[in-house]
């Protein structure tokens, strides 16, 4: 067990956990010995996983939850109460990425990324702050390089994901007298399932070549394991980026694919 963990086994909801990045999170808390809730709208599949969690001798339950709905938020906290007794960790990490320009987003497609991406993020912190408050605990929110450094065509993506760096950071000022922190995770391009099912769309068998920010979900789970430790006790408000510098770049375009650096700036970052 790592210092991650309590005496007491400290308990953790992570939401979108079936697969991906989320899935890297409850497997990299469950290890460092967390009791886990792994939740996802996809519940069949998150069940499979925690079942496969549990054969490697992981405390770990499944439930369906969709972020977007204050009712199945309300049923997934008190499955944690009833069967844990307690919540260290919430991480927000149900996400999804769709294209689109502000001028090509229709309405219905603003409103899906919004409610899962940002409303569902604090559906999910107004169900659990009683149980967070009770056990000092943590937020952990999964944001995106794309929470402070846009991309074109990306637009209720990345508006969504600054969006929830802004609650984040009003999370950390709100709740710092109840000992509850609030951090973001803000990793580059992960290398899921999902993410390669993408890519062999546009006919590529890998990523391209030269791309530096790439992260695995394994990455995202030791960054969501030492921000959920007492070494990380005075650790509030941050965006943790898990990008190999992408954020830090001047020019993020020619850091992201430096082979296009002699092409304009939307070419180089079109098949992102
Ligand atoms: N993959 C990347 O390159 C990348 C980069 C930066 C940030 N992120 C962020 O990481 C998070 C996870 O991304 P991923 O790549 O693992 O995605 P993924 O598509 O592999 O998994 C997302 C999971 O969220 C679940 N989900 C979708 N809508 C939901 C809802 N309404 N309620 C509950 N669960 C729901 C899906 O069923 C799925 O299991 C997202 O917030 C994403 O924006 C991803």
Redesign the pocket.
């Known amino acids: 067990m790592s210092e991650g963990a309590q005496t007491e086994q400290a308990a953790a909801l992570v939401?979108?956990?079936?697969?991906?990045?989320?899935?890297?999170i409850a497997t990299a808390l469950a290890q460092a010995g967390f009791r886990v809730l792994l939740?996802?709208?996809?519940g069949a599949?998150?069940e499979t996983e925690a079942a496969t969690l549990r054969a490697a001798g992981h405390n770990v339950l499944a439930a369906t939850?969709?972020?977007?709905d204050p009712d199945s938020w309300s049923h997934a906290v008190a499955i944690v109460q009833e069967r844990f007794g307690r919540l260290d960790v919430l991480v927000n990490?149900?996400?999804?990425?769709p294209r689109g320009t502000a001028e090509s987003t229709d309405l219905a497609l603003w409103d899906l990324t919004l409610?899962?991406?940002l409303k569902?993020a604090w559906l999910g912190v107004r169900a659990a702050l009683p149980l967070l408050k009770a056990a000092r605990g943590v937020i952990l929110n999964?944001?995106?390089?794309?929470a402070s450094r846009q991309m074109p065509g990306l637009f209720s993506?990345g508006v969504s994901?600054a969006g929830l760096l802004g609650m984040t950071q009003q999370l950390a000022v709100e709740y710092l007298h109840d000992g509850v922190r609030s951090n973001m995770i803000?990793?580059?391009?992960?290398?899921?399932?999902?993410?390669r099912k993408l890519q062999a769309r546009h006919g590529r068998p890998d990523f391209p070549a030269g791309v530096s920010n790439l992260?695995t979900?394994e990455q995202?789970g030791a960054a969501a394991v030492y921000l959920a430790s007492p070494a990380a006790r005075v650790i509030n408000g941050v965006v943790l980026y898990l990008d190999s510098g992408l954020h830090a770049a001047d020019d993020a375009g020619m850091v992201f694919f430096p082979d296009r650096a002699g092409l304009p700036f939307p070419q180089r970052i079109e098949e992102a």
């Open positions: 939401t979108g956990a079936a697969q991906g990045i989320g899935l890297g939740s996802d709208v996809a599949l998150a939850l969709d972020v977007t990490n149900a996400g999804i990425s409610a899962i991406n569902g999964i944001g995106s390089t794309r993506y994901k803000a990793p580059g391009w992960v290398d899921t399932a999902n993410e992260t979900p995202v």
